[in-house]
């Protein structure tokens, strides 16, 4: 895949809810570029997570194509395995487990892969390094700062070399200057690791960090925005 | 449960995954703890009654000893358990007369009550395998005829036939009694001596004391008669074909029981035992399954997040199902393992503080109890971990991470 490809591609995306009364997605289309880094903004209920969810395989689409990193998701069954080698997630929670130590989560997806317990360490170190919490690999969650946990979440996202992180507002329970420093190394990382970043937020500071900002209303793409490139 | 076995991937990947498994029930340690102490409480039951069913069984396997004899006659109309002489002594040998008879002899069933024995010991009042009346339970027999009662070899030496002063004990009396060989004691008001002791497995005969028939027959005032007849068979005849024999060589005079039969009313009760443990336990199975699943279901309620979460990384379906249900499993076997340690201890406790219930029974170790509570408490832990494990599996990863 060279890089003018388009890792997702979305045409006239439909979900609904309780019976088609909530029209979550009507009618998205939405092209990505591999390597891109875009933000996508609107009113809250506009339908951001739930794009966000298709594009990740959380959930499937009733009408439309969504075709993401070569893959049909409205006809693959391996979504568990797409998930697993194609997409790392961020969430607004930092939704690490509690009771296994910072190392122990960033290793949990790797236990679908073929690594080894060797691999699995050197590379979950190799990114909590890249995200500077070294020295608390051993440490609970609980005993980290909102931000220190933001940071673990970051490099579980990471940790199978996904082609495309999903951020969901990673910034929104943290305060403004700690919300920079996650901003700032997910920009990093993105263009380290090669990673495709698609980032929902509200903050129009935080939306302007990408490369190009999606407006989303009603569960459609309003216009396109090419903001910074 | 993990697909990666099949692959053969790394032990540490594995152990990684399993210690997961192992963790998890720990995080709410109350909730555990009683999910744990409800089937504790099960396996416990099972391996206790286990223990003691299992040690009487092999009680009365070994009243079936060969040597002893097959048959006991005795007056009919009374038990084989009554006391005092009722059969003529000569009868021994006239059934040694008939076919298929190898050996027989008259014994003379008595007990003492004597009240110098209950001072002795504080225990012979609950014993329940005293004799007739509370009392000891003392048998005369010819010295030469032991082996009838299945008494082949002896601590110390056997009485002779013409003392007056000298027994033989059981072990279960003698522990009882806290007596050992060269140690007297008072019987009919009478000193005597304990030249031997004796242990033949039996728990009703461990329980006795032996002294010649002659003796005995002297002090109960019972001259030339016995209360049991002992016919032993010869090696090819039939048991049941002899004791008819010998219910009509004497109709309306003596009734025959064999030891098979007494052995049979044993283990009937036994198994009757048995039977009512299986039901104990099953419904300590079900109380503990019920507690497994509720323990579960709120488990993977409270973690619904988490169970969103490890679907959006990739987990499968089936690596979810598979942790939920380890879990399950490791809560049942840890109560297997303490319900286990609460059974042995407790039975060897009961049994040591308590020397009269101890002769009785040997608690059984055999491994199929073990077995039996481990399958017991890994199928509870399968069974009451598969619904909540469905459930967590098929949960939707975007309501899941919805989830408050
Ligand atoms: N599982 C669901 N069941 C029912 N309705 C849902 C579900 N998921 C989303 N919706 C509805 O679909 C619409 C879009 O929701 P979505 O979460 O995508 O919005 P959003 O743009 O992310 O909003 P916010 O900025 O508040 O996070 C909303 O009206 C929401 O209530
Ligand atoms: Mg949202």
């Known amino acids: 895949m060279n890089n003018t490809e388009n890792i997702i591609e979305i045409k006239g995306l439909k979900k609904s809810y309780d019976n088609g009364k909530i029209k979550a997605l009507n009618g998205m289309d939405l092209e990505v570029k591999k390597g891109e880094f875009i933000s996508i903004m609107g009113p809250s209920g506009s339908g951001k997570s739930s794009l966000l969810n298709m594009i990740g395989a959380l959930d499937t689409a009733n009408e439309g194509s969504i075709m993401v990193a070569g893959i049909d998701l409205m006809k693959t069954k391996k979504l568990n395995k797409f998930r697993s080698k194609e997409i790392g997630f961020v969430f607004q929670m930092h939704n690490l487990i509690p009771n296994l130590s910072v190392i122990e989560n960033v290793q949990i997806p790797m236990f679908e892969t073929n690594a080894s317990s060797t691999e699995m360490r050197e590379r979950a170190l190799e990114l909590l390094k890249a995200v500077d919490l070294e020295d608390k690999i051993d440490q609970k969650p609980t005993k980290l700062s909102g931000g220190e946990r933001q940071r673990v979440a970051i490099a579980r996202a990471l940790v199978n070399h996904p082609s495309i992180i999903l951020a969901d507002e990673p910034t929104g329970s943290l305060d403004s200057k700690t919300g920079e420093v996650i901003l700032n190394l997910l920009k990093d990382l993105h263009a380290k690791e090669n990673v495709t970043l698609v980032m929902v937020t509200h903050e129009p500071y935080v939306g302007n960090m990408a490369e190009r900002i999606v407006n989303v209303l009603d569960g459609k793409c309003q216009n396109i925005v090419s903001s910074l490139s | ?404």
Not at chain 2, 127 to 146: H, M, V
Not at chain 2, 186 to 205: A, K, P, R, W
Not at chain 2, 351 to 369: A, H, K, N, Q
Request: glycine share 10%.
């Open chain 2, 1 to 404: 449960m993990c697909i990666d076995i099949i692959k053969g991937c790394e032990k540490r990947e594995i152990m990684s995954f399993l210690s997961l498994v192992v963790k998890n029930p720990f995080r709410n340690k109350t909730r555990s703890a009683l999910a744990i102490v409800g089937i504790a409480i099960g396996i416990m039951v099972i391996v206790a009654l286990g223990m003691v069913t299992g040690g009487l069984k092999n009680s009365t396997q070994s009243t079936l000893k060969a040597g002893a004899a097959e048959i006991t006659v005795v007056q009919a109309g009374s038990n084989s358990f009554e006391s005092g002489g009722t059969i003529n002594e000569s009868t021994a040998a006239d059934i040694l007369n008939l076919s298929g008879v190898k050996d027989t002899t008259g014994i003379l069933r008595a007990s003492n009550t004597s009240t110098s024995i209950a001072t002795t010991s504080s225990n012979s009042s609950q014993g329940g395998f005293a004799g007739p009346g509370g009392g000891l339970s003392i048998t005369g027999i010819d010295s030469s005829k032991l082996s009838l009662l299945g008494i082949d070899s002896l601590n110390g030496t056997v009485f002779t036939n013409s003392s007056t002063n000298q027994v033989i004990m059981g072990k279960t009396v003698a522990q009882d009694l806290n007596k050992t060989v060269g140690d007297t004691i008072d019987l009919y008001g009478q000193n005597f001596t304990i030249v031997g002791t004796f242990e033949t497995g039996s728990f009703l005969t461990d329980a006795g004391i032996m002294m010649p028939l002659a003796n005995l027959q002297n002090l109960t005032s019972n001259q030339n008669k016995v209360s049991d007849v002992l016919v032993k068979v010869t090696d090819n005849a039939n048991v049941t074909t002899v004791s008819n024999e010998i219910d009509n060589a004497y109709p309306n005079q003596l009734t025959t029981t064999t030891a098979a039969d007494q052995a049979n009313r044993i283990n009937q009760g036994l198994s009757f035992i048995d039977t009512a443990s299986w039901a104990i336990s099953l419904l300590a199975i079900f109380i503990g399954a019920v507690g497994v699943i509720n323990t579960m279901i709120m488990s993977v309620y409270e973690r619904t997040r988490e169970i969103g979460v490890l679907k959006a990384v990739g987990w499968t379906d089936r690596r979810i199902l598979g942790m939920i249900l380890g879990e399950s499993i490791v809560l049942t076997l840890i109560a297997f393992v303490v319900g286990t340690i609460i059974a042995v201890v407790g039975v060897e406790l009961i049994l040591t503080l308590s020397p009269s219930v101890g002769g009785i029974i040997t608690p059984s170790f055999s491994y199929d109890i073990f077995l039996r509570a481990f399958l017991v408490a890994f199928l509870v832990g399968v069974f009451g971990g598969l619904y909540p494990a469905y459930r967590a599996s098929r949960l939707s990863p975007t309501e899941a991470l919805r989830y408050e």
